[in-house]
């Protein structure tokens, strides 16, 4: 028997073939496919009419209102609005509207399992990967060509191996170490799988997992991916999901062909901060030197869940926001907020001057509150620092841990957190 | 309207490395019907892409061209402003298939620094091949695959779907 890597075992039972290798083509079965309200209905539908079929099986189907929400104009309203309207109309049950970010909304429900294979119309599909799925993002075309057939054409990527020794520190996260990644990778990583392994990984609880998978994104990788274990189980089964412990059974043989294998010293990484215009641009916090911002954004999937905000509130207790700065807080999800309310997270971050705006994506691709004008400067906690891509074509977006956008909120600067945490 | 893939003839515009489809599709025009959104593409790196590209003009990028956000009006924008292709060292592979799945060519094409902004090309993308008429150069790029060829040759994945479905 041959051995094969996470990515290639599910294409091979997606596909029907017997064995698959890295850089074949497969044609695979879709196991779930999730839209959200921006490349959803509102571009779908006209091309499911155009090909005159339906959606193949709405039960595969996970729709999500995340980005227009809530409506702030009449187009936004109206985007909304079709969505809601396409789902009853097609008899999508699983429709998250208004419920929190796709990627976060996906996990919390329980709607991926280990060894699924899911597309996602939103390039930070990778995500899925936290849970043993293999899951791409696609466009809405190709999405479209998935409802009608229930199939798509797959390269089988190559593996690379991504393996974070040791622990953490005290004040460093996840986003600390793709930030990291983003620069000692590159972000040209195309087509590949990326798998996270060692000890550093195994220690972090699923929505820290969730971080590594969600910015595979930005290493250009096809998607990311995380081996199940027993954490990954647990949670999957306190979401309300069905799981069997042979699902466990997902992942790369001892012996498959990964393309290479990198490892880092998680016990050696510091707070990482990316510099304007690319995530890839980063360096440790104590490189950046003095950087005067004009606001803190804590939101998206990759930067206010649960544990994003309470890693915010460990360093804003007892603090204040400096008085020239905007501290604001998009929580990743409804049960986010409904769990950092009853936790006292929210008490503490509002208590220190935070502000909080509507569940959803927010001004991450700038369609949300809290967009930038010209020339001003922000530290936040998504994804992506692309130019003009949050207001502004001047405005300067550093990104930065949870942690650390709670420090230079409270220094007025880009700061190290480890100083400001008890 | 069927991609054309030999002899395909226009001028060159020339970006850098990581044009992401923030720069191609911004933000704060996602909400606006396409050809309004298209006016706004690549505005915030040269102001004067929108209103000077021509029918049938190339980009010529670097590494990642199109990476970021999986919204396919990056591609479409360029397609509904006339590129005929897009040559870049490293497309980002969303955006790749995204192209294709609209009808717009595009292959990698290694030797994009040898081409200057303005440079007059001859492209054929069924043999990969990219002459520069400007410089008297030739360089090959990559070929499109025969299985996407079908696709682009239909116009795009949904009329290459809509004959498909139909046969059956």
Redesign the interface.
């Known amino acids: 028997m041959s051995a094969h890597t996470l990515a290639e075992k599910i294409l091979m039972r997606a596909s029907g073939a017997a064995s698959v290798r890295a850089g074949e083509i497969v044609v695979a079965k879709v196991d779930l496919a999730m839209m959200h309200d921006s490349g959803g209905p509102r571009r779908v539908a006209p091309y499911l009419q155009q090909l005159e079929a339906k959606v193949w099986d709405p039960e595969k189907v996970v729709l999500v209102s995340d980005h227009y929400v809530p409506a702030v104009d009449p187009q936004s309203a109206a985007i909304l609005s079709l969505t809601r309207r396409w789902a009853h109309e097609n008899g999508i049950t699983r429709f998250h509207d208004m419920q929190g970010i796709c990627h976060v909304v996906l996990q919390e429900y329980a709607h991926l399992r280990p060894g699924m294979l899911v597309v996602g119309g939103d390039s930070h599909s990778p995500s899925g990967g936290a849970v043993g799925a293999f899951m791409v993002g696609i466009g809405a075309t190709e999405m479209a060509g998935v409802l009608a057939t229930g199939e798509i054409w797959l390269r089988v990527p190559e593996t690379v191996r991504v393996s974070w020794t040791g622990q953490l520190a005290a004040g460093v996260c996840a986003k600390d170490m793709m930030l990291a990644l983003c620069r000692d990778l590159g972000q040209n990583n195309d087509y590949k799988a990326i798998e996270y392994c060692g000890s550093a990984v195994t220690a972090l609880p699923m929505a820290e997992r969730f971080v590594l998978c969600n910015m595979s994104a930005e290493l250009g990788a096809k998607t990311g991916m995380i081996a199940p274990d027993e954490k990954t189980l647990a949670e999957i089964r306190a979401n309300g999901g069905d799981i069997a412990d042979s699902a466990l059974q997902w992942r790369s043989d001892e012996n498959a062909a990964i393309e290479r294998v990198v490892e880092f010293d998680a016990g050696r990484l510091a707070p990482q901060v990316a510099a304007p215009h690319s995530p890839g641009n980063s360096l440790a916090v104590d490189q950046v030197g003095r950087v005067r911002i004009d606001q803190a954004y804590i939101g998206a999937c990759t930067g206010a869940k649960l544990t994003d905000l309470q890693m915010a509130a460990q360093v804003l207790r007892g603090k204040k926001v400096a008085p020239h700065v905007r501290l604001l807080v998009a929580p990743a999800s409804l049960r986010t907020t409904q769990l950092a309310a009853a936790d006292g997270t929210l008490a503490t971050l509002t208590a220190a001057g935070a502000i909080l705006l509507p569940t959803g994506c927010g001004a991450c691709a700038g369609y949300g509150a809290g967009v930038l004008a010209e020339g001003e400067v922000c530290i936040s906690s998504t994804a992506r620092n692309f130019k003009g891509r949050m207001g502004h074509a001047t405005s300067q977006v550093y990104l930065g841990s949870p942690f650390t956008v709670a420090a230079s909120a409270v220094t007025g600067h880009v700061t190290d957190p480890r100083a400001l945490l008890h | 309207m069927s991609a054309k893939l030999e002899n395909l003839r226009g001028r060159a515009w020339v970006f850098g490395d990581?044009i992401?489809?923030?720069?191609l599709a911004?933000?704060?025009a996602?909400?606006?019907p396409l050809a309004e959104l298209a006016q706004h593409c690549l505005?915030?790196?040269d102001p004067q892409f929108a209103r000077s590209v021509h029918q049938g003009d190339f980009i010529v990028a670097g590494?990642?061209f199109g990476?970021?956000?999986?919204?396919?009006q990056a591609?479409q924008a360029l397609a509904h402003l006339g590129v005929g292709a897009v040559l870049a060292v490293?497309?980002?592979?969303?955006f790749y298939?995204?192209a294709i799945?609209?009808g717009l060519p595009v292959v990698r094409f290694p030797h994009a620094d040898s081409v200057r902004p303005g440079d007059d090309l001859v492209v054929d993308l069924v043999h990969g091949c990219v002459y520069n008429l400007t410089r008297n150069t030739e360089h090959d790029c990559e070929p499109v695959p025969e299985?996407l060829r079908d696709v682009l040759q239909a116009g795009?994945?949904?009329p290459h779907?809509?004959t498909r479905?139909r046969r059956q």
């Open positions: 990581n992401d489809t923030d720069l911004p933000g704060h996602m909400r606006k505005e915030a790196i590494t990642g990476i970021g956000s999986s919204r396919e591609a490293a497309p980002a592979r969303i298939r995204n799945n609209l299985f795009g994945l949904i779907l809509r479905l």
